[in-house]
């Protein structure tokens, strides 16, 4: 005979039934927050670690004027190039002797390559570094990676002075420590003298320009024409750089070019007695180094030709070419 439950006897199995069930869901969530609280856990260090080294860095460049040796003017040194060079253990130090961020300095961060400032700041993973004023809110300096597409970034900022020269403006210093891919280090063709007006190959030039917020060797590029191609190499086994947002200039003689055009600091020689075979009146010329390059082709019908002006770039990468009054690194 089957026995029939009694509303109380429902009741009780209900309660059992909901008790083993509220069980076994709790079971399930302490078994997935372990799981969580583990993943979490090694995110946590990793994070730890990003906000330590964005504070480091932070602490750093606000700490002093910075130096090289007994000098607080480190931003009048090259990085590589000299007795005294930006790489040999500079404190990379961004105030004035007034405890302002210095223009000057804040711009010279754009003389380091992207992978040597991060060593000498210790930092082991990517790095952006900007200020930025409040009135006008505008970008005065910024040096270093893209993090706008990173999915992970930890940033430490401060408000403080900055003195562009002749005005102290409140501004913000953020350094942003995250992950992401290495930056892009291309660098442009914008203006070429094919044909001067004094005959030499020692006298025709290339103007290239850095668009980056980071210094990129230029030993490691190769320029060439039709005819030949050419290594940029250096005196005295100095490590050449071209600052971010900086142009340089390749030619046979850099003595011949700083005497015949405009004393320049960027002033780069190529390996040979001409730049390729020699800047024909029409040419194709390419700026490459490993896998990428860029090319340009002009003829005399373009402009330019023995009449003491150069061919320039309407922007840094423009399709555009036209004759214009000599500029040699003021892209």
């Known amino acids: 005979m089957r026995r029939t439950l009694s509303k109380d006897e429902n009741a009780v199995t209900h309660v059992i039934e909901f ?10 969530v302490q078994a997935f927050t372990s799981s969580m609280n583990y993943r979490i856990g090694i995110d946590s260090d990793n994070n730890d670690e990003r906000v330590v080294m964005a504070r480091e860095v932070l602490s750093e460049l606000t700490g002093s004027e910075g130096k090289i040796g007994n000098a607080t003017n480190w931003e009048d040194f090259e990085f590589g190039v000299g007795t005294i060079q930006l790489k040999d253990g500079a404190t990379v130090g961004l105030l004035n002797s007034n405890g302002e961020l210095d223009k000057d300095k804040c711009a010279a961060l754009q003389k380091f390559p992207y992978t040597q400032l991060r060593r000498e700041l210790e930092v082991t993973q990517h790095l952006k570094i900007e200020v930025r004023t409040l009135v006008p809110d505008e970008s005065v300096c910024l040096w270093g990676g893209d993090s706008s597409n990173s999915t992970i970034s930890v940033k430490s900022e401060k408000y403080m002075l900055y003195n562009d020269g002749t005005t102290v403006l409140p501004a913000i210093l953020t350094v942003t420590i995250f992950e992401g891919k290495n930056p892009s280090s291309k660098i442009y063709m914008t203006e070429i003298m094919y044909n001067p007006t004094n005959n030499g190959n020692q006298y025709e030039w290339i103007e290239v320009y850095n668009p980056n917020p980071f210094a990129i060797y230029i030993t490691s590029w190769a320029i060439e024409d039709l005819g030949d191609s050419d290594l940029i190499v250096s005196d005295d ?16 003689s850099p003595t011949v070019f700083t005497e015949t055009y405009v004393d320049y600091t960027y002033v780069f020689s190529v390996e040979d007695t001409a730049i390729g075979n020699g800047l024909g009146n029409s040419e194709t010329i390419t700026l490459s180094r490993g896998n990428y390059a860029e090319s340009f082709s ?5 402009g330019a030709n023995g009449n003491g002006k150069s061919l320039t770039r309407s922007c840094y990468n423009c399709e555009t070419w036209n004759e214009a009054v000599t500029s040699p690194g003021t892209v």
């Open 19 to 28: 008790t083993i069930a509220l069980t076994v869901f709790v079971l399930l």
């Open 237 to 252: 086994d100095d490590t050449l750089t071209i600052p971010g947002n900086k142009a340089g200039i390749l030619t046979t």
């Open 298 to 302: 002009y003829t005399t019908s373009d």
